[in-house]
């Protein structure tokens, strides 16, 4: 297991390295490429990964990297690190803040460490397994709302379900207090500070999800499919984020029913 302080350093470094191509390129790229996926993806996204890439590969040089934009970096190591260098490109390019940088660790299918950097916020959440959950040093807790009809909701974009899955997501919603569309990664980070109860959505990759996992974890949550499994590299790209045991239940339920 790596030593928390030499992890939280790492992590803080990344997201100092990472603003430093990421913020210049704020609300000033032209050019968009569209990958096979139909999903965009611009110069900002390939430096930043580059950059993570390199920084993993000097501090940790036996481990696995697994990106978003290149092949996977395969050592045959229990440690393998998952990146999304821009999460919410879409948001990136039509200029919206809530884009962020996306870092996980994990050994085996285990979560070691997340990281959801958010550049033009200045707002950085970092959860270790063991040690908590952060934002900008300070440790943050999840709600304690013990109804649905007293929750928050949260999801990306209706385009993420098929038309079941919206219906199922439709029937959590209609009981919610309030809910909330848009928001990409910040969702779950919010999420993880105390201001969103629940978040729901679908057809998200593992580079998507990993860097969240240990983060709502650490600051009290929990994050399943829609079935209610641990989530894994493996899984379908459904996910259930709910900030604690009780509401989390009540989700499945609705779900399930």
Request: charged share 25%; net charge negative.
């Amino acid at each position: 297991m790596i030593e928390f302080n030499k992890l939280n350093d790492f992590l803080n470094l990344l997201v100092l390295e990472n603003r430093k191509i990421i913020l210049p390129l704020f609300r000033k790229i032209t050019d968009v490429e569209t990958k096979t996926d139909l999903s965009p993806v611009t110069e900002a996204d390939k430096s930043t990964e580059k950059n993570i890439r390199s920084l993993i590969h000097k501090n940790f040089p036996d481990d696995e990297i697994r990106g978003e934009e290149f092949p996977d970096k395969i050592t045959g190591s229990n440690y393998n690190w998952i990146i999304d260098p821009i999460d919410g490109t879409r948001s990136f390019i039509t200029g919206k803040p809530t884009f962020g940088t996306l870092v996980g660790l994990y050994d085996r299918n285990k979560p070691i460490a997340g990281l959801i950097d958010i550049p033009v916020l200045e707002e950085t959440y970092i959860g270790v397994k063991g040690y908590g959950a952060y934002l900008n040093g300070n440790i943050i807790k999840t709600k304690n709302t013990r109804s649905i009809h007293s929750a928050s909701i949260a999801c990306t974009s209706p385009n993420m379900f098929n038309e079941k899955q919206l219906k199922l997501f439709k029937n959590v919603e209609n009981k919610c207090i309030n809910s909330v569309w848009g928001g990409d990664c910040h969702n779950f980070a919010l999420l993880s500070a105390g201001f969103i109860d629940i978040v729901i959505e679908h057809n998200l990759s593992w580079h998507d999800i990993a860097a969240t996992i240990p983060i709502i974890e650490e600051a009290g949550g929990l994050v399943t499919d829609w079935k209610g499994v641990k989530i894994d590299s493996e899984s379908d790209g459904g996910i259930i984020a709910s900030s604690n045991k009780c509401l989390h239940k009540e989700v499945l339920d609705i779900i399930g029913n």
